[in-house]
């Protein structure tokens, strides 16, 4: 529609009315139409956090929250805590493991769910049950599922004779990170593979099929063609993954409040014990502050992954 | 390609069978696949629907089934949730603030979208990423301060403070997903609404708009969930029970010490769960090729 002119308001500016001539201004226009939207961002995103790095400098409680500079007393008083270290670990162990298992998971649904077959709207309803279920609700059948006494997966392995008793799925150290690893992994898998789908969907048809009739197979394919095109997209849904589990709190918050002794505590959850159930306000800040470095690294990251993607 | 080394018609008949049972293996595979992870997504929501209509005996004796009844199934405890409990409260505030929220996202993201996607300026990329970045800014760096925010405005033990901080969350991600519907509707759409006299914010609204229903309508879907399923700000922010939502309502209202009130809470997961999934899965498509569409450049 090359044709197709239209007149800049120029010599007839005059005659219009002032407001008709500010709607028609590009520049003036681009501002105020983006405008709301970044106010509202810094004054509730922005500032918050600029006052999170306050509160970590400061001696602020629920109690008493006048504003006292503290230094770095905070901080030394975050860090002496065992718990701080301990939670520190399991949110990398956390986040690592789930990472991994949800990029493969997540691949590998995203390859059945872009495929053809009968009955695939109810199969995609049912996989999208974990990530759309409010996590809180989700965590709660979980609760259930892992059960001390009742579970129905203890149910299975004993009439399997694959276990005498209970496995104490939340009450021992190690089941437990297994199992909150488990939910983590089930509730963002399906993202990830909504994430990986978009990912197969944009590849060109004809690349796949040049592929086929040159003669590769499924895992040349896979190997060669596939993965090697999406790889950007793999990546933004891993670093999506890690970032979730990373300051996610609601699995471990539910399913064991950081037990048993912490051996679950992460530091999301830790900043939230600390600051809201316990009041300490600067201690809480200062413990979530830690998470920041990371998260910006992993932004940083994305940000590379996808200015790939457009190059593809 | 017609020929990949094809000699004889035997040889090509043979082959045509090969790649017959290949075909059929790999259906019979996709299958499994298929039903395995639909098996594995909802194995908890599953078991849940047995568990929301058992008795108590049944469900409290560690030898019985817990796949199936062993004594009569009754509606009580269902009954219970809607009739004795709060959930219906929880249901209506997660309700009207989604519904808010939706509402705020979409005046203050989509102007915003259309600036970065149309009016073209020098900063419009960059600032297209950073917007996108504050969606990875969580909540769990943010609660600490904005609930002293939320005190200072009055708004503590208000569902209205949810009101406020939730399109934090919203925006960011829906602004992106917007850029890329917005970057699909053809440039001659606005030139030519601005030849027939409407002026570049008239074409916007009367003939971009309109277009851009599809892609709007999967934002709400989307933003929407994003509100139900939030969980830190309001367990922070929000503690009498009449003003709690679902995600925080449930876990909190229907425990009472160390007594869970396991059928009715399991009813609550299935009945929240089914039809936001449900309504999810109809706009999935539209979602993912806009995840895509942001990404590309236009």
Known sequence: ?312 | MATVGVSSPAEAERLRRRFARRHALARVGLYLAAVLAALVCAAPFLWSLVTAFKQNRDLYNPENNPFSFNLAATPDHVLYLFRDTAFLTFVWNTFWVGTLVVAITLVLGLPAAYSLARLDRRWSGRMAIAIFFVYLVPPTLLFLSLSRLVATVGLQDSTWSLVLVYPTITIPVSVWLLIGFLKAIPKDVEEQAMVDGYSRLGAFVWAVLPLAVPGIVAVVVFAFTLTASEFIYALAFVSPTTEKVVSTGVPTELIRGDVFFWQSLQAAAIVVAVPIAFVFNLFLDRLVSGFTMGAVKG
């Open chain 1, 1 to 312: 529609m090359a044709e197709v002119t239209f007149e800049r308001p120029g010599a007839q500016e005059d005659a219009r009315p002032a407001r008709r001539r500010l709607a028609d201004r590009e520049g003036f226009l681009a501002w105020a139409m983006l405008l709301p939207a970044v106010v509202y961002i810094v004054a509730l995103v922005a500032v918050p956090f600029v006052l999170a790095i306050a509160f970590s400098f400061s001696d602020v409680t629920a109690g008493d929250p006048t504003f006292h500079w503290a230094g770095l007393r905070t901080f030394r008083r975050a860090l002496d805590d065992p718990v701080f270290w301990r939670s520190l670990r399991n949110t990398f162990v956390f986040t690592v493991v789930s990472m991994a298992l949800i990029v493969v998971l997540g691949k590998v649904l995203a390859n059945i769910l872009v495929a053809d077959f009968r009955g695939k709207w109810l199969v995609r309803l049912l996989v999208l049950l974990p990530w759309t279920t409010p996590v809180a609700l989700s965590a709660v059948a979980w609760l259930w599922m892992l059960d001390s006494i009742y579970s129905p997966i203890d149910w299975a392995l004993r009439h399997l004779g694959l276990l005498d008793g209970n496995v104490y799925w939340l009450g021992r150290p190690l089941q437990a990170m297994a199992s909150v690893i488990a939910v983590h992994v089930w509730r963002l898998t399906p993202l990830a593979a909504v994430i990986i789908m978009a990912g197969l969907v944009a590849i060109p048809k004809d690349i796949d099929e040049a592929a086929r009739v040159d003669g590769a197979g499924f895992w040349r394919r896979m190997l060669e063609v596939t993965i090697p095109l999406t790889l950007p997209v793999i990546a933004v849904a891993a670093l999506f993954g890690a970032i979730l589990t990373f300051t996610d709190m609601t699995v471990v918050y539910v399913l064991t409040r950081g037990g048993p002794t912490n051996s679950t505590q992460v530091l999301a959850s830790w900043a939230f014990i600390r600051g809201i159930e316990g009041g300490d306000v600067a201690q809480g800040a200062a413990v979530a502050l830690f998470l920041f470095p990371l998260l910006l690294a992993a932004a940083i990251a994305i940000l590379r992954a996808v200015r790939r993607m457009e190059v593809l």
